[in-house]
């Protein structure tokens, strides 16, 4: 699995590579930038790696402007913000910029080693504290959008299935397990509910289904 890094830190950025080194035989760190401006750079002019990871706070361009920008180009590019920050504005900035995971950086290598594995099996990884925001957010978010007329958006049955599977956090393979269908179909499925609902991950998707009563 190719990995990149966004991290504006020499140190951090020099802890996190050394560290991956354990799983060699599993992940490759193939660039190193040292802002959002060379991120994106990189993967316009390169082949595009598998995942990024994406620190917030870095000069030139922001990691969330730069997650934006990536995924607007490259929405099948993975990227898990990898920072320090958890507050619920950069959070959910993150989030509709297209970001597939948020985990800490004070989380165990193995734990983000994990999260690099899931979000390529269709996961959204995120540290514990994040998560709970996340559905605080998302709550809150539907709880704005009360009084406004349901869209349902021409989804099918199977697909707001699917997207209930999506709101618990399920990857391909447990949505597939739970529903008796094949994570190829599983995959499919999803990319028609992007294609419906406009969105770029699963967060997304959670969210406007949520705000639109599709799901509860």
Same mark, same amino acid.
């Given at each position: 699995?190719?990995?990149?890094?966004?991290?504006?830190?020499?140190?951090?950025?020099?802890?996190?590579?050394?560290?991956?080194?354990?799983?060699?035989?599993?992940?490759?760190?193939?660039?190193?930038?040292?802002?959002?401006?060379?991120?994106?750079?990189?993967?316009?002019?390169?082949?595009?790696?598998?995942?990024?990871?994406?620190?917030?706070?870095?000069?030139? =361009?922001?990691?969330? $402007?730069?997650?934006?920008?990536? *995924?607007?180009?490259?929405?099948? +590019?993975? @990227?898990?913000?990898? /920072? %320090?920050?958890?507050?619920?504005?950069?959070?959910?900035?993150?989030?509709?910029?297209?970001?597939?995971?948020?985990?800490?950086?004070?989380?165990?290598?193995?734990?983000?080693?994990?999260?690099?594995?899931?979000?390529?099996?269709?996961?959204?990884?995120?540290?514990?504290?994040?998560?709970?925001?996340?559905?605080?957010?998302?709550?809150?978010?539907?709880?704005?959008?009360?009084?406004?007329?349901?869209?349902?958006?021409?989804?099918?049955?199977?697909?707001?299935?699917? =997207?209930?599977?999506? $709101?618990?956090?399920?990857?391909? *393979?447990?949505?597939?397990?739970? +529903?008796? @269908?094949?994570?190829? /179909? %599983?995959?499919?499925?999803?990319?028609?509910?992007?294609?419906?609902?406009?969105?770029?991950?699963?967060?997304?998707?959670?969210?406007?289904?949520?705000?639109?009563?599709?799901?509860?």
């Amino acid at each position: 699995m190719r990995v990149a890094i966004a991290e504006d830190n020499d140190y951090l950025a020099k802890s996190i590579i050394e560290k991956f080194s354990i799983f060699k035989e599993k992940f490759e760190i193939v660039h190193r930038a040292k802002n959002g401006k060379e991120i994106v750079d990189y993967v316009l002019n390169n082949p595009q790696p598998d995942v990024i990871l994406m620190d917030i706070e870095m000069p030139e =361009l922001d990691g969330i $402007k730069a997650t934006e920008l990536i *995924n607007s180009a490259f929405p099948e +590019l993975k @990227i898990i913000i990898l /920072t %320090v920050f958890d507050d619920d504005e950069k959070l959910f900035n993150a989030i509709l910029a297209g970001a597939s995971g948020y985990l800490l950086k004070d989380e165990p290598i193995g734990k983000i080693a994990e999260g690099i594995e899931l979000v390529l099996n269709g996961g959204a990884p995120m540290s514990a504290t994040i998560a709970s925001k996340t559905l605080n957010l998302l709550k809150n978010s539907a709880q704005s959008t009360n009084n406004q007329g349901v869209n349902d958006f021409n989804l099918s049955r199977r697909e707001i299935e699917i =997207l209930e599977c999506l $709101k618990f956090g399920y990857d391909y *393979n447990k949505t597939a397990e739970k +529903l008796f @269908i094949s994570p190829f /179909t %599983v995959r499919k499925h999803i990319e028609n509910i992007y294609r419906k609902l406009q969105v770029n991950n699963k967060i997304q998707a959670v969210q406007k289904a949520l705000q639109n009563k599709i799901i509860r």
